[in-house]
Structure formats: C-alpha cells, structure tokens
C-alpha cells in the first residue's frame, strides 16, 4: 500500500490515482482508495508503457506523466467533439522528415510531398507537426484571417537579442524594428512608413539614376548578374531610404557587400549551423554602423524633393531613435535587396537562354523609349517588361517559406487545427500547383492570374507574402524592378555563360557562386 500512498500529495488520493487509471484504461478496479495488487500493477503497466521505471511506486514523476498524459488524452477527446459538432475531420498522420532533403533542396522537397501527399499534409520539423497547405483557399486563409493565424518565428531558439536568424533569407535580421515588431508597434510603424512604399512616384528618378550609375559601369563580357543586381537593388534603396541625392552612401556600400559575402558563405554548406554567433553579430555590427553614418551624412546634406517621403526622412520626423533608424534600414537592405534582385538576376538567366521573350522585350522597349529614353516615363506602356516582372516572380519566387500558427482552434481545408499548431506555406509549391498553373514550370508571361496585389480563392499568387504581415514594399519593389529590367534590355544584349548550380540551402534561391551571364552593349 506505501507504494502508493506514500508518494501521493496531499491534494491527490490513492482513488485519484486509480480513476486517472481506470479513464486510461489501465485499471478495471474499483475506485474506493485501497491499494492491492491490481491497482499496483496497473501502475506498472501505465509505468512500462511510458518508458518509466515500472516498480509499482506512484512518486512523483510517475504521477506528473499520469497527469498529462490523461490531460493530452482529454484535449483529443475534446478536439474529436470539436470535430464532429463543425464538420471537420482530424489531420493525416504526420510524415517522417527527411532532413538531408529538406537541408538541400526544400523548395523541391516540399513540391514533391504535395504532389504525393496532397494539398494539405503534416511534416515532422525538429521533432513538431507543421502543416503544410497550397490550396488557393487554405493558403488565402492562413494569409489573410488575422483572427485564427499570426506570424510566427520558428528560428527564435537559435536566434538573440540582437540577431534572428531567418530560413527566407541569406543574412540574419537585427531585432527591434519593424520587422519583428508585433502588434501596435508593428501597425503604426507600417502606417508611418506607407508614404515611402506607396509612394513610387517620388521616388522614379531616383531609382532610374540610381539604377543607371551601376550599369554604365557594368563592361562587354561575362559579369555576375546576381552581383549586378544586388548592387543595384542596394542603390535604389538608398533612395528610398534619403531621396534622390544619395551621393553620400558610396563610402558605405562596401561593408553591405563583404557582409553578404561572409554569410553567403557561413551557410553555404548543407545541414550548417543555424545558431547566430559572435562573427554573425560582427558582421551586422559593421552594416549598423555604417547605417548610423549614412543617417548623419543625410542630416547634413542637402536633400531632394523626395527626401521628406523618404524612410529615414519621415522616421526622422517621427522622432525615433537613430538606432531603429539604423537597424530598419540594415532589414530594409537585407530584405528588400536580396530577394528582388534575386528574382531580377534569375529572370535575366531565364531571357539569357529564352530569346524569343527577351526579343519581345528589347523590340517594347525600342519601340515605346528608344535606345537613349527614359523607362520611368513610360511605365505605364511598357506593358511587356511589368509581365515579365510578374511571371518572374511566380517562377522565381525568392524567399519561399511563409509561416503562421493557429491562434485558436479553427478549420483550414476541412481539418481541424488545433491552437498553436504552425501551418507552413512553401510558395515554391504554390506557384507549381499544376492544378492552377497550366506547365507551371514553362516562363509565360502572358499567364493570367499573377497579381500579388490581391490573394484570390481560386488562384494564390504570394511572391511577397499577404495579408497583414504581408510585405508592405511589394510596390516599391515590383516598380524597381520593372526600371532596371527595362533599362538591362534597352543597353544589352544578354548570352549564357558557364554556371556553377549551387544554392545557398535555406529558403533562398541564392547561388554561392554566383550568375554568370555575357553582356553585350547595344550602343
């Protein structure tokens, strides 16, 4: 009898231990407190069971597991009933993960487990089920309804007060901006900063000089296109970030470029490790202050008409501190630049080796601006470049894993999930359903149904998130992009050169080595 009743606390009896049995299905008995062989070796069966030490003694970590596991058996008792009474009905089992796979090649993976699985399965990830869903509907759902799913960071274990690291992009975020801000905090910082993402038109001859400073230098022969574009994306946030006159960030470019290099490399091996260090820390450390100095230049220099539009302008205004200036742009830079010109430079390997579209191109171009005028002017006709901007952004979707997590229990696809449960879209997937994408893999930019500014039900397009916690720059930068395609085809033509396949094996399509393309000046 001391087995039992000697280990029980004060609040639990010798019955309560039996009942907690008999509702697990261990005990047969009756619940009257007395303590015989029977009651004594279901608690060794229970103990076995669970991996304990079956010696009969109800102490305290064999009570502490009766208590949850009778409490996990009631939450799924509870879920069941949640189920019936909506209709809905339970997950499929989860599938073992393959992490040499989903380490090397996950927006493949990822596919590949759809077209087996279906729209909806659950994929073990670091020992938790996250569900993974491409439905038009079930991808509309968890991007859109704000009540049932919020943004969740799955790296936060390997991440710092200072760093979080980040699976959708090369380099590591610094905390305490907008970026993983949540909340109000989060809303009024969108709300002060709309002026700048909604306001491309300010902003157009910025962008255009900005863009044609690095291509008039840019030499006949093989260049690294993705380098290229990166350097240009740079540039033209930096309009974004000061107005037009950004002749004071050339001294800082650089530190942006050798910190991209090192984390390109830093996570350039399969299965690395993901925890930020103190070189990781470094690194972004440079790119702070070298945002802390451009912030002084531009309270010195002379500003631009669309300087008081400008990020830094109205933060400034706003009285926020130089320090989440600073570290807003660092995020800026590092979001904002590697996945446009990641998609940019993939597109121009794409028209490398598809001349029949970037023929189409140069002959808009031509025809709308000639080879000396200026695409900002003529956006609006340059109807062929924006297609090519949009499908290229269905193909080449740049930072491919979005996650939310259930913040209550709800419906997603006719499966019941529970709060708490991380629902995974991979656009990757998405945008190679076959099942809404007729030859999803050939570049067609006379498809329809790629328009990132709104999530429809029966065909999700999510180049740049959506939702609420969508990117809130997706204007500014499909506007970017449209400038510098227009302006790469109007200067040159574009052949293949020799490439090295070799990603960076996060949820990028960011190749280590590089995009080497030839380059050709048409005048």
């Known amino acids: 009898m001391n087995r039992i ?154 991440s710092n007060s200072n760093a979080d690291y980040v699976m959708n992009l090369v380099q590591p975020m610094v905390t305490n901006t907008i970026f993983n801000m949540h909340g109000e905090a989060n809303a009024l910082r969108r709300k002060l900063l709309r002026p700048t993402f909604l306001g491309i038109d300010a902003f157009i001859n910025g962008f255009s000089a900005a863009t044609e400073h690095v291509l008039s230098q840019l030499p006949n022969g093989v260049v690294d296109i993705q380098d290229t574009m990166h350097t240009v994306l740079r540039r033209n946030l ?74 830094v302008g109205l933060m400034l205004e706003k009285g926020l501190s130089d320090d989440e200036i600073a570290g807003t742009m660092v995020n800026v830079m590092i979001a904002a630049g590697e996945a446009p010109a990641g998609a940019l430079a993939l597109i121009l390997q794409e028209l490398c080796h598809n001349k029949p579209a970037q023929e189409q191109l140069f002959e808009e171009v031509n025809r709308v601006i000639g080879q000396e005028g200026e695409p900002m002017h003529h956006m609006q006709e340059l109807s062929y470049v924006e297609r090519c901007v949009r499908e290229g952004l269905r193909i080449f979707a740049p930072a491919t894993l979005v996650q939310r997590a259930a913040l209550q229990d709800t419906e997603l696809d006719g499966y019941f999930i529970p709060k708490g449960q991380v629902i995974g879209v991979c656009v990757h997937a998405v945008h190679m359903d076959p099942k809404v994408w007729e030859e999803p893999e050939c570049f067609n930019p006379y498809r329809e149904g790629n328009k990132y500014e709104v999530i429809k039900g029966d065909r999700a397009f999510v180049a740049f998130s959506g939702g609420p916690r969508g990117c809130p720059g997706k204007h500014l930068a499909v506007g970017i992009m449209r400038v510098v395609l227009a302006k790469m085809v109007q200067q040159f033509k574009i052949d293949p050169a020799p490439v090295v396949n070799k990603v960076v094996p996060k949820f990028v399509e960011w190749k280590v080595e590089g995009i080497p393309v030839t380059l050709t000046r048409r005048r």
């Open 238 to 311: 930096c309009v974004a970030f000061f107005g037009e006159n950004i002749s004071f960030v050339d001294k800082q470019m650089h530190h942006f470029h050798t910190t991209m290099e090192y984390f390109v490399q830093r996570y350039a091996q399969p299965c690395h490790s993901q925890d930020v260090t103190q070189l990781d820390e470094k690194h972004l450390e440079n790119i702070v202050q070298a945002s802390l100095d451009m912030i002084n230049a531009f309270r010195a220099a002379p500003r631009g008409a669309a300087a008081e539009r400008s990020i």
């Open 5 to 158: 009743t000697n280990h029980i606390s004060p609040s639990d009896t010798a019955a309560d231990v039996q009942e907690m049995l008999s509702k697990l299905e261990y005990y047969n008995g009756k619940v009257d407190g007395f303590v015989g062989p029977r009651t004594e070796a279901a608690v060794k069966a229970f103990q076995y069971t669970q991996g304990l030490t079956a010696d009969g003694w109800a102490g305290p970590r064999t009570l502490t597991t009766l208590q949850e596991v009778l409490q996990a058996k009631n939450m799924s008792n509870s879920q069941d009933d949640d189920m019936q009474a909506a209709g809905t009905v339970a997950l499929p089992p989860a599938l073992p993960e393959d992490s040499v796979a989903y380490n090397t090649d996950v927006h493949r993976y990822l596919r590949k487990l759809h077209d087996q699985a279906g729209d909806t399965f659950v994929l073990t990830r670091d020992g938790q089920p996250v569900v993974f869903v491409r439905s038009p509907q079930a991808v509309r759902q968890v991007l859109m309804d704000e009540d049932n799913f919020g943004k969740t960071w799955d790296s936060a274990k390997v």
